[in-house]
């Protein structure tokens, strides 16, 4: 994989109900040092205003960070949907099925999806319903159960009930990535060795990184941003006072994206089985 990328963007997605999404930060930067900028500042993002980006406006030759799981576990069991005739046969294949089955709800949601009466059995939905093939805390993905064992606290796709679930944010970037189909790469799964590449990310990394402890991931002054940033090698934004934590979670991970694209054990994990590579995807920065 070529690390030749001259802009970095991370985006901080949200799986919530309606138009548009407070909880969506899109930030950018350039090679170099220099502070990462919010896309649009003040705007407030609709799902598809993010797919209008990337199909559309988003600078040649960029990493873009996707906060979401792009796909759901399958290695340990063989399947997505075990039982399901049609269970997807890749992670490509799934988005295809999540945008179809919901093509009719609004706004990129995936509601329909999660209620269909297969699908169903597999997810852990509000109102205390848990399907019959819903086990514990939920099955995890291989690059998430090495998030785990990285001392991270990584929850299950399938899981939809509670303020740390990313299920719902994952099924609704599965619609945008499948519309993104032939427009910009997404690895493990396609080839793309040069031009603009998305990966998903895991936004806690970063904050690692710039000297945050696990528990305490979340900035939410423009003093405590910078300090991170600056811990990463990065110009600090100068902001003062109080930040949205989704902001700072994008402007902080743009500049991550930056310090560790060079790296080539990110981009060929010890873990990641070229089944993994096909089916589940990997979180990039989990070696």
């Known amino acids: 994989?070529?690390?030749?990328?001259?802009?970095?963007?991370?985006?901080?997605?949200?799986?919530?109900?309606?138009?548009?999404q407070p909880g969506i930060a899109v930030a950018l930067c350039r090679s170099g040092?220099?502070?990462?900028?919010?896309?649009?500042?003040?705007?407030i993002w609709s799902r598809q205003d993010v797919l209008d980006w990337l199909a559309g406006d988003l600078p040649e030759d960029t990493l873009v960070g996707l906060d979401l799981g792009i796909?759901?576990?399958?290695?340990?069991?063989?399947?997505?949907?075990?039982g399901w005739s049609e269970s997807p046969r890749d992670a490509p294949a799934l988005w295809a099925l999540v945008d179809r089955l919901c093509a009719d709800d609004p706004y990129l949601a995936?509601?329909?999806?999660?209620?269909?009466?297969?699908?169903?059995?597999?997810?852990?939905?509000?109102g205390g319903r848990k399907g019959d093939l819903f086990t514990g805390r939920g099955r995890l993905r291989a690059t998430e159960h090495a998030q785990a064992r990285a001392g991270l606290r990584p929850?299950?796709?399938?899981?939809?009930?509670?303020?740390?679930?990313?299920?719902?944010?994952?099924?609704?970037?599965?619609r945008v990535l499948h519309r993104l189909a032939g427009r910009v790469p997404v690895w493990p799964f396609e080839e793309c060795e040069s031009g603009s590449v998305i990966v998903e990310i895991y936004t806690s990394l970063a904050a690692l990184a710039g000297g945050r402890s696990v528990g305490r991931t979340k900035m939410k002054t423009g003093t405590e941003l910078?300090?991170?940033?600056?811990?990463?090698?990065?110009?600090?934004?100068?902001?003062?006072?109080?930040?949205?934590?989704?902001?700072?979670?994008?402007i902080l991970t743009a500049a991550w994206l930056r310090s560790v694209a060079d790296r080539p054990e990110l981009w060929h994990p010890s873990g990641m089985t070229p089944e993994i590579a096909r089916t589940e995807g990997w979180t990039f920065g989990i070696a």
């Open 1 to 20: 994989m070529s690390t030749c990328f001259r802009h970095f963007a991370a985006i901080d997605w949200s799986g919530a109900v309606g138009p548009r």
């Open 33 to 43: 040092d220099a502070a990462p900028e919010l896309v649009q500042p003040g705007h």
């Open 71 to 82: 796909s759901l576990p399958f290695v340990d069991e063989g399947a997505f949907f075990p």
């Open 110 to 126: 995936a509601s329909s999806f999660v209620d269909h009466v297969e699908a169903a059995r597999h997810f852990r939905r509000h």
């Open 155 to 174: 929850y299950s796709n399938l899981n939809l009930v509670g303020a740390a679930q990313v299920g719902k944010s994952s099924l609704t970037g599965m």
């Open 226 to 250: 910078d300090a991170a940033l600056r811990h990463i090698g990065s110009v600090p934004t100068g902001l003062s006072g109080a930040i949205d934590d989704h902001k700072s979670d994008a």
